[in-house]
């Protein structure tokens, strides 16, 4: 399997605090947002290799980045924008790492801005049992929050039966968490679903589509779930790992 990373957004909504510097490289406590996740990748065994989408602006940063993760081969592409508004989408850039690195293989499908306290390996596992595509969710009591989210409904077998990107009236409580699986057969789908005109946009998009025409399944993740977009949220996030600025 491999794990593939999508760190290439501008960060527009957190410039007021951190201006020209990519969000996946913020520090939150003692370490980066993207650290959290490397860490739980090195953590799954059935990962063989690392990719990372990000831009031209950024491109250096993660590169220097990189240097302090001697213990894990992380491959990184540019993909060659600039700026937001020339940017690919996280569909675009899913497309773009599979394509230059000719990846045949199962993949897990990352956000870089997110972190979580529950292991990511038992997700894995989850598709290791029931060798499906699969997404990520958490149960959110807050209605006025998941109006600002992917909202997904599931049948009895944990199923998707229906998503719904930022809906005004949301008719579930899970909410999409930006990991996803996606077996070595249906990895060819993302090139279909873009040439079909599909959103480039967030990654939930896709599966959107994808859960019309095969099974696509959800994997509950207990605990703590942190997207952080925004100041207010980065501020949380801070106050919880014993941030000091």
């Avoid at 909410?175 to 060819?188: D, N, S, T």
């Avoid at 959800?218 to 949380?236: Q, R």
Wanted: glycine residues 4%.
């Amino acid at each position: 399997m491999k794990a593939l990373i999508l760190a290439a957004g501008y960060g527009t909504r957190l410039e007021a605090v951190v201006k020209d510097f990519p969000k996946a490289l913020v520090m939150v406590g003692k370490k980066t947002i993207l650290d959290y996740l490397i860490d739980q990748i090195v953590d799954i065994s059935a990962i063989d290799g690392v990719y990372l989408a990000t831009n031209s602006k950024f491109y250096n940063h993660f590169k220097d980045w990189r240097e302090t993760r001697p213990d894990v081969k992380i491959e990184i592409l540019d993909d060659q924008t600039s700026s937001n508004e020339e940017r690919l989408g996280a569909i675009g850039d899913l497309r773009l790492l599979i394509e230059h690195f000719n990846i045949q293989d199962d993949i897990l499908v990352c956000a870089s801005d997110t972190i979580v306290q529950p292991r990511l390996a038992p997700f894995i596992e989850s598709f290791k049992n029931k060798s499906a595509s699969w997404i990520c969710v958490r149960r959110d009591p807050d209605e006025e929050d998941r109006k600002h989210r992917g909202i997904i409904a599931v049948d009895d077998e944990m199923r998707v039966i229906s998503f719904e990107e930022k809906p005004e009236h949301p008719q579930s409580d899970l909410a999409a968490v930006p990991f996803y699986i996606y077996p070595k057969e249906v990895v060819p789908r993302v090139k279909e679903y873009l040439d079909a005109d599909g959103i480039a946009d967030a990654p939930g998009h896709f599966v959107a589509w994808l859960y019309q025409k095969e099974p696509v399944y959800a994997y509950n993740i207990n605990g703590n779930v942190m997207d952080i977009g925004n100041p207010e949220s980065l501020a949380k996030a801070r106050k919880i790992y014993g941030h000091s600025s």
